[in-house]
C-alpha cells in the first residue's frame, strides 16, 4: 500500500471580524485527565464511501475546503484542540495552552489500497491502518492535542485518521 501526501495545511479557529483574535490561554489538566498520561495518543480512523462518480478533482476542490472550513468553526468553539501539551517544573501538574498562532494540522494523502478491503470488517494488518493515522507534532517537547489525515482511495471513498 503506497501512501503519498499530496498537501499540509495549518488550520486555524475561525473568527467572526479582525480583532476576533485568540488570546493566550491556558487550562490546566485535571486529576481525570492525568491518568492518560502515560498512555500513547487516541488514534482512530473513520471511513467515508464515495459515489463512483466522484472523481479527484472534486475531492479537492469540493470536500477537502469544506472539511478544512468545518474544521476551521469547529475549533473556533473547541480552543483547547488548538493548543499544546505543556508541563512547567515549577507547576504542579500539566497544562494544555493556546497561543495566539496555534493551529492544528491537517495532512492530505492519497493511498493505492483497495478501500474496501481496509475498511472492511475483519482483521487486517496494523501496517495499512498506522499509515491513515497522522503523527501529533512536537515542538519543544510540547506535543499538539490534536492532528488530522485525511485520505483519498481514489473512486472508492477517504479515510479521516485522528490523533489526540
Request: aromatic share 8%; with cysteine; glycine share 4%.
Amino acid at each position: 500500500m503506497a501512501l503519498k501526501v499530496t498537501k499540509s495545511y495549518q488550520v486555524n479557529p475561525a473568527t467572526n471580524s479582525s480583532n476576533d483574535s485568540v488570546d493566550s490561554l491556558v487550562l490546566p489538566l485535571t486529576f481525570f485527565d492525568l491518568r492518560w498520561l502515560k498512555f500513547h495518543p487516541t488514534e482512530r480512523v473513520v471511513f467515508y464511501k464515495l459515489h463512483t462518480d466522484s472523481s479527484r478533482e472534486s475531492f479537492n476542490s469540493v470536500i477537502v475546503p469544506k472539511l478544512e472550513l468545518s474544521l476551521s468553526v469547529v475549533l473556533r468553539h473547541y480552543l483547547p484542540l488548538v493548543g499544546r501539551l505543556t508541563w512547567d517544573p515549577q507547576d504542579p501538574k500539566p497544562c494544555i495552552v493556546v497561543s495566539p498562532n496555534d493551529s492544528v494540522s491537517l495532512t492530505v494523502a492519497e493511498s493505492d489500497a483497495d478501500f474496501s478491503r481496509v475498511s472492511g470488517k475483519g482483521i487486517r494488518p496494523e501496517t495499512e491502518i498506522r499509515s491513515l493515522v497522522p503523527e501529533l507534532p512536537v515542538s519543544c517537547d510540547s506535543p499538539s492535542v490534536l492532528a488530522l489525515q485525511v485520505t483519498l482511495f481514489p473512486i472508492q471513498g477517504f479515510s479521516i485518521g485522528i490523533a489526540a
